[in-house]
């Protein structure tokens, strides 16, 4: 599975109060929010293709179409981008940047004047990359479904037509198994919430 990336690695403020207790750590809700960024992981486990000198001399031929040359570009990047991560295999940089943006977004929007939240409203985020993201502390109130914030809220990240990457759900059974959580359901599922959420995780996990 990806990193489990705490609050302080992604830059969480702290909440703008005391947490409330009460918490059942045997139970989670399901939900997903939408982002413009729905895709954002990696594809398959491979590393990138390894430049070769046929890339470069086909990119310094002045013959290559434009379009081609700025595609081997886009290659040679990717694969300096997952160099940079230590292993060919792991997230890229400019990947991991967009999802701590992400997720300071989502807090933002949880603590401002609409909401007014403490804190981030989810306990775990996950994104198409596998990397999963600590919200509030384990062990503390949420605040993501109504009657239901004793349960640890998991959040996926994706859009309304896409589907879970197969590093978002190998890394949500690992972190359930981490975090003692035995049973789950989605959020329209918990009584007294009127919602369409968890979306395309509805299917994927069979709620």
Aim: glycine content about 12%; aromatic content about 10%; some cysteine.
């Amino acid at each position: 599975m990806g990193k489990l990336i705490r609050r302080s690695e992604w830059g969480a403020k702290p909440p703008t109060g005391k947490y409330a207790t009460g918490f059942t750590m045997r139970e989670g809700t399901i939900h997903y929010t939408a982002s413009p960024i729905t895709r954002a992981g990696r594809k398959n486990a491979s590393p990138p293709e390894r430049p070769g000198k046929k890339w470069y001399a086909l990119w310094r031929d002045p013959l290559t179409p434009v379009i081609q040359r700025r595609r081997i570009s886009k290659m040679i990047r990717a694969y300096n981008e997952a160099r940079e991560t230590g292993s060919g295999a792991s997230v890229p940089i400019g990947i991991i940047k967009q999802e701590r943006a992400i997720i300071r977004g989502i807090q933002t929007f949880h603590q401002g004047r609409k909401r007014r939240w403490i804190d981030i409203a989810y306990h775990r985020v996950f994104f198409a990359s596998g990397n999963v993201y600590e919200g509030r502390p384990l062990g503390v109130m949420g605040a993501h479904a109504v009657g239901a914030n004793d349960t640890v809220g998991y959040c996926f990240v994706l859009g309304a037509k896409d589907k879970p990457t197969r590093f978002m759900l190998d890394a949500f059974y690992e972190q359930i198994k981490r975090d003692g959580v035995t049973s789950y359901t989605g959020h329209k599922q918990r009584p007294g919430n009127s919602t369409s959420c968890p979306g395309p995780m509805t299917a994927a996990l069979n709620l």
